[in-house]
């Protein structure tokens, strides 16, 4: 059966055809039958295979593939097993339709008054109150009014109605825009994951949603398992299941004792290929999705049946785990991808759309929530002091009576001054602000797209501003992780370059080729060059590519040698892992006895080594004495010129003498030694100029690699991590636990923190040590302010590490699923230079929203002010409600456009990281604030009081109900404008700079917008009558009015002279919450630090099958009693 041709698919025995004729589409098994054979584990799902299938070729067999070759790769057939058992792929909740937005951004309680209070303008403008009342009603229609002005006084109502709908609809907008670049992400993670399958007898890379029941999948080392399936045949696979049934506990996966694969489980280790049985929602992960109705509108019918279903779950499952959402930017409101785990609290949660509230965030919804505070109580002072002037002024001063036919005319009055009151609540309430930084966050992730990093977690965007350091891997990311084998050690030779092979012994070098071959993965090979002239194609683990290539280089083939063994024919693998730092290989040899082959850290198998091959490829004993001068006079010279140095070893065992396979300590033990390898991995040309930038921009690099100390020195100095002549420190793993381990093998705070502010080299580290670093610089409160640290990772056990720093990078080529899957950012080139760009990137977005905040906060004090004291005085807003809202429109969806996305600039780079808790408004900012505050203020009243007279034009002051619009309020209107829009430019610096030019003309969005707002304007104050309460303007009048704009400029110069240090009583403004504000999540952050559930490697990974098109949230969960013990932290 084990290499069964596609052309004998068709066999089978009579009896079984029988029985298949009632299935589905001619395939031997249904798709209940398979969900249910998927339910099941170890010994009754074998039990359950044999008796309905015989064995796992037999189900290969009713699925109609072949073990070996896999599918026949015909479109109709593929198309057909997707017919019959569905896609590869999890429905995601359908998006908000543009109306549901509009209706959302309807919900707004500002919006709502201002609805409200202009309808009733309305209803009350089309009564007419019987007769000639008006003057037993006081002065209400006296002045320069006629019968056509009388009758537009719906204009009002109808003009506020109609910039409602202008505001609902930008937002509207907005929301759907972000929503669609978010699923544009989202898909475009999904696509980049792909799965190998077998078909035609061929490697196939697929995308994951290409998967079919039937497909034969070769699982690795690092991989996200996208479907359920049985195992056929296994090396050494071992499977974390904790996102399915919270046990952490890796299991141990075998053809012969539990072959059960499921979907959004991770390879720990190991290797070995599957059928596929299941997919998309019949999947076990799928069949959770439909449970808690992701799928689709079903949500709400569900949403009862869910809590009954979560109750009957199995207790087991209420485990420890912190859910990451993947994509889960502000969006969905999407659910947990766990069944068993939801209490209320969390159901509750569940069914919100799960915000990823930042540090940026949190401050911004502080400082709104204030303003918003302090504008409402304005809002209100105003409407009472309108009323009660007018109360006073009509019944007390005038005498007079309140008849019952006046009541619509002062209705109508009190309903002018609660539209005052609004407005001046809509001024002063910022709803700009969420809107900037949506757009700002939005706008950087698509940019940043176009620099290598895509953006997994909309807050590690501008998180990465704050960066102070940045714990970076080795391989790949400050190298260019293309290895080449330069140096060996062959039959007592030390050869500096590739030797001859004639020069080699034809024992030695055949065993070379033979350990090499065999023992690395089938799936690494060197491939021909794709154009004439470059470099051989390097596919798979980069270190295996170059012992290769090494081979490649004596003129040898590996390709023959796999042939001959292929991988199912090898007997037993030790996969590599980071505690083993080795990987070994045995083969069954003709004369029926063994062959163990051995590659891995010299330091550590030359340990094992009890003999070596001289120059006659002969055995000559190794003793101690010869590993320490081996070290000294060719490993450490090796490393010092920068080499990872490999051992090959292998072991001869007899027919008689099998050993306990089980027992790998005995196993790889007694070993000869063939070779010692130096392998070089250039420094990448770049890096040492972006570790300048980084440590200019106060950013700490450190390296924290699995290499020797002597190589990681050596490349740390090429890249310009450590500087001659400086106070650091490099330390091995071993080195860094005893310092800052006590005497019971306890971390210590303290000790931690004498070691890592000097540390700057951690080699031979475990994922273990990685993450002790990170959480020590992270808790360590030695510094002014807490460190916010970024760290990259590629591999599997870089899991924890990457989910407990501030924002973690993943490689999107060298990256396995479970590291891409813990990460904030991937890197899809897997470079250095793109997390400087991404450093970048994050202050511009803390710049941009500081910038807006100048802009807006200086708009709001202005009208603010004006709106309330001009209606103190003179009973009437000089800014109508209508030119409040186009104000507000300009000030907060136009402003946010143009001042958030400002280009960054390399400049970001020469100043230290704000931190944590420096405040959104700097003392700077304040003084701009409010300096330009003044002018404008002044400006605005000196216009109000004496303008008519400058202007030599008719008062516009304490003018009756519905009096057409006068020339002097419309002044005072478009001068205001005219400010605004200079000082939109002034706000493009907040750190003092003088030229605010500076670089505008590398900003179109923003020279438009504000061009634009400038054309709008001209319209607006010209034609704009009635509703607008605006007057046309002579040309000399709008000269004047430009003149005092342009005046912002002049003004910005002198605010600029001032220093701020001689202004001591200016506050600063936008803490973020303090500690007793802290989140129920934030605690529950907390609860998650316990170091079991941090090191039991994927304790709280998320299902995130990346690749189904799936939806994801954040949930937290919180640790029952029971597991708060310690526990001896378990390291993979």
Same mark, same amino acid.
């Given at each position: 059966m084990g290499d069964m041709a596609n052309s004998s698919i068709?066999?089978?025995?009579?009896?079984?055809?029988?029985r298949e004729a009632p299935h589905a589409g001619g395939f031997g098994c249904t798709l209940a039958?398979?969900?249910?054979?998927?339910?099941?584990?170890?010994?009754?799902?074998?039990?359950?295979?044999?008796?309905?299938?015989?064995?796992?070729?037999?189900?290969?067999?009713?699925?109609?593939? !072949?073990?070996?070759?896999?599918?026949?790769?015909?479109?109709?057939?593929?198309?057909?097993?997707?017919?019959?058992?569905?896609?590869?792929?999890?429905?995601?909740?359908?998006?908000?339709?543009?109306?549901?937005?509009?209706?959302? *951004?309807?919900?707004?309680?500002?919006?709502?008054?201002?609805?409200?209070?202009?309808?009733?303008?309305?209803?009350? !403008?089309?009564?007419?109150?019987?007769?000639?009342?008006?003057? *037993?009603?006081? +002065?209400? !229609?006296?002045?320069?009014?006629?019968?056509?002005?009388?009758?537009?006084?719906?204009?009002?109502?109808?003009?506020?109605?109609?910039?409602?709908?202008?505001?609902?609809?930008?937002?509207?907008?907005?929301?759907?825009?972000?929503?669609?670049?978010?699923?544009?992400?989202?898909?475009?993670?999904?696509?980049?994951?792909?799965?190998?399958?077998?078909?035609?007898?061929?490697?196939?890379?697929?995308?994951?949603a290409a998967l079919v029941v039937g497909d034969i999948a070769q699982v690795k080392y690092g991989d996200l398992l996208p479907a359920d399936g049985v195992l056929i045949q296994g090396n050494d696979l071992k499977i974390d299941e904790s996102s399915l049934t919270g046990e952490s506990d890796h299991v141990r996966k075998s053809a012969d004792k539990d072959p059960m694969l499921l979907s959004g489980t991770h390879v720990m280790e190991g290797s070995g290929r599957m059928v596929v049985t299941a997919v998309g929602v019949n999947s076990q992960t799928g069949i959770i999705f439909t449970l808690l109705g992701a799928g689709g509108e079903e949500e709400e019918k569900k949403d009862k049946k869910g809590k009954q279903q979560d109750g009957a779950m199995d207790s087991s499952q209420t485990r420890a785990k912190k859910q990451d959402g993947a994509v889960a930017m502000e969006m969905q409101p999407l659910k947990s991808a766990e069944g068993g785990e939801m209490e209320e609290r969390e159901k509750k949660k569940a069914n919100v759309p799960k915000k990823e509230k930042s540090v940026l965030q949190g401050k911004l919804t502080k400082l709104a929530v204030q303003i918003g505070k302090a504008g409402l109580v304005m809002s209100a002072i105003t409407v009472i002091i309108l009323v009660l002037y007018f109360v006073i002024e009509t019944f007390v001063v005038d005498g007079r009576m309140w008849l019952a036919e006046c009541t619509p005319v002062y209705v109508q009055y009190f309903v002018k001054f609660f539209i005052i009151g609004v407005t001046v609540l809509v001024v002063a309430v910022p709803e700009g602000l969420p809107l900037a930084v949506t757009i700002s966050l939005a706008y950087s992730v698509k940019k940043m797209m176009k620099d290598n990093n895509l953006v997994r977690h909309l807050d590690a965007c501008e998180t990465m501003g704050?960066?102070?350091?940045?714990?970076?891997?080795?391989?790949?990311?400050?190298?260019?992780?293309?290895?080449?084998?330069?140096?060996?050690?062959?039959?007592?030779?030390?050869?500096?370059?590739?030797?001859?092979?004639?020069?080699?012994?034809?024992?030695?070098?055949?065993?070379?080729?033979?350990?090499?071959?065999?023992?690395?993965?089938?799936?690494?090979?060197?491939?021909?060059?794709?154009?004439?002239?470059?470099?051989?194609?390097?596919?798979?683990?980069?270190?295996?590519?170059?012992?290769?290539?090494?081979?490649?280089?004596l003129k040898r083939d590996f390709q023959p040698v796999r042939e001959q063994i292929p991988e199912d024919k090898l007997y037993k693998v030790y996969t590599f892992n980071s505690v083993r730092k !080795?990987?070994?290989?045995?083969?069954?040899?003709?004369?029926?006895?063994?062959?163990?082959?051995?590659?891995?850290?010299?330091?550590?198998?030359?340990?094992?080594?009890?003999?070596?091959?001289?120059?006659?490829?002969?055995?000559?004993?190794?003793?101690?004495?010869?590993?320490?001068?081996?070290?000294k006079k060719i490993i450490e010279p090796? *490393?010092?010129?920068?080499?990872?140095?490999?051992?090959?070893?292998?072991?001869?065992?007899?027919?008689?003498?099998?050993?306990?396979?089980? +027992?790998?300590?005995?196993?790889?033990?007694?070993?000869t030694c063939i070779a010692v390898v130096g392998i070089e991995d250039p420094v990448r040309p770049e890096v040492p100029e972006a570790i300048r930038k980084c440590q200019r921009a106060g950013i700490t690099v450190r390296m924290v690699t699995g290499d020797n100390i002597n190589t990681a020195r050596a490349i740390a100095a090429k890249c310009g991590i450590i500087q001659p002549g400086e106070d650091f420190?490099?330390?091995?793993?071993?080195?860094?636990?005893?310092?800052?381990?006590?005497?019971?093998?306890?971390?210590?705070?303290?000790?931690l923190d004498k070691v890592w502010p000097k540390l700057r080299v951690l080699a031979r580290s475990s994922p273990t040590d990685k993450h002790t670093l990170v959480k020590g610089i992270i808790d360590s409160t030695t510094g002014?302010?807490?460190?916010?640290?970024?760290?990259?990772?590629?591999?599997?056990?870089?899991?924890?590490?990457?989910k407990k720093a501030d924002v973690g990078f993943a490689m999107g080529i060298a990256g396995t699923d479970v590291a891409k899957e813990a990460s904030d950012i991937i890197l899809t080139d897997d470079n250095f230079t793109s997390i400087v760009k991404a450093v970048m990137w994050g202050r511009n977005v803390y710049d941009s929203i500081s910038k807006f905040l100048q802009f807006q906060l200086t708009v709001n004090v202005v009208a603010v002010i004006v709106a309330f004291t001009g209606a103190c005085i003179t009973q009437d807003s000089p800014l109508k409600a209508v030119q409040m809202l186009w104000v507000n429109l300009i000030m907060d969806t136009f402003a946010s456009l143009a001042l958030a996305t400002e280009p960054p600039t390399e400049s970001l780079l020469l100043r230290k990281p704000y931190g944590r808790d420096k405040p959104l408004i700097s003392r700077t900012m304040m003084k701009n604030i409010l300096g330009h505050a003044v002018y404008q203020l002044t400006i605005i009243f000196t216009l109000l009081f004496v303008g008519e007279l400058f202007f030599d034009i008719d008062s516009g002051r304490n003018a009756p109900l519905h009096s057409p619009p006068s020339e002097h309020y419309t002044i005072i209107f478009n001068t205001f404008v005219m400010m605004q829009l200079f000082n939109e430019i002034n706000a493009r610096k907040i750190h003092g700079e003088r030229n605010v030019f500076d670089g505008i003309f590398s900003n179109p969005i923003f020279c438009t917008i504000v061009l634009g707002t400038f054309g709008i304007q001209i319209v607006i104050v010209q034609f704009g009558g009635k509703p607008f309460s605006c007057s046309p303007l002579s040309t000399e009048q709008w000269l004047w009015c430009l003149f005092v704009g342009v005046g912002e400029l002049v003004w910005g110069q002198v605010i600029a002279t001032i220093p701020t240090s001689q202004l001591k009583c200016l506050k600063e403004a936008g803490h973020g919450p303090g500690k007793d504000e802290m989140t129920d999540e934030e605690l529950a952050e907390g609860e998650e630090e316990i170091d079991h559930a941090e090191r039991e490697l994927r304790r709280g990974q998320i299902l995130w099958f990346r690749g189904l098109n799936r939806i994801q949230t954040q949930v937290w969960y919180s640790l029952p009693a029971h597991m708060a013990a310690p526990v001896q932290p378990s390291v993979v």
């Open positions: 068709e066999f089978h025995p009579k009896p079984q055809q029988q039958e398979l969900r249910t054979l998927m339910e099941l584990r170890g010994a009754e799902a074998l039990q359950k295979i044999q008796e309905a299938y015989g064995d796992v070729s037999g189900l290969c067999r009713r699925l109609k593939t !072949s073990p070996t070759e896999g599918l026949a790769d015909s479109t109709n057939d593929l198309e057909k097993r997707r017919q019959i058992y569905g896609q590869n792929f999890i429905p995601p909740k359908q998006p908000k339709t543009f109306l549901q937005l509009v209706w959302e *951004a309807l919900q707004d309680v500002t919006l709502i008054i201002l609805e409200v209070a202009a309808i009733v303008s309305l209803g009350l !403008s089309f009564y007419a109150p019987p007769g000639e009342e008006s003057e *037993a009603c006081g +002065n209400v !229609s006296g002045g320069a009014e006629d019968e056509g002005e009388a009758e537009a006084g719906w204009i009002e109502g109808a003009a506020i109605l109609l910039s409602v709908i202008c505001v609902v609809l930008v937002t509207a907008f907005n929301d759907w825009s972000k929503e669609k670049q978010f699923r544009g992400l989202q898909s475009r993670i999904e696509q980049e994951q792909k799965f190998t399958v077998i078909r035609n007898g061929q490697l196939l890379q697929v995308p994951v704050n960066a102070t350091a940045i714990c970076s891997d080795k391989t790949g990311t400050l190298t260019t992780n293309r290895m080449t084998v330069v140096q060996s050690y062959l039959g007592d030779t030390h050869y500096k370059e590739i030797p001859a092979p004639s020069a080699l012994t034809p024992k030695i070098l055949d065993l070379l080729v033979h350990a090499i071959s065999i023992n690395s993965a089938y799936t690494t090979k060197i491939l021909p060059p794709e154009k004439e002239g470059a470099l051989p194609r390097q596919v798979g683990n980069k270190t295996e590519c170059a012992l290769l290539g090494f081979v490649l280089d !080795s990987m070994s290989t045995v083969i069954r040899m003709p004369d029926g006895g063994f062959r163990l082959f051995s590659k891995g850290a010299s330091e550590i198998l030359l340990k094992k080594c009890t003999n070596i091959l001289n120059s006659n490829g002969e055995l000559r004993s190794f003793r101690p004495r010869d590993r320490d001068d081996m070290v090796m *490393a010092c010129d920068g080499l990872r140095t490999i051992c090959i070893a292998y072991r001869d065992f007899s027919a008689g003498q099998e050993p306990d396979w089980d +027992n790998e300590n005995e196993v790889v033990g007694d070993l420190l490099c330390l091995e793993g071993k080195e860094f636990n005893r310092r800052i381990r006590n005497e019971k093998g306890e971390i210590e705070q303290e000790r002014e302010q807490r460190q916010v640290v970024a760290v990259t990772g590629d591999g599997t056990n870089d899991g924890p590490a990457l």
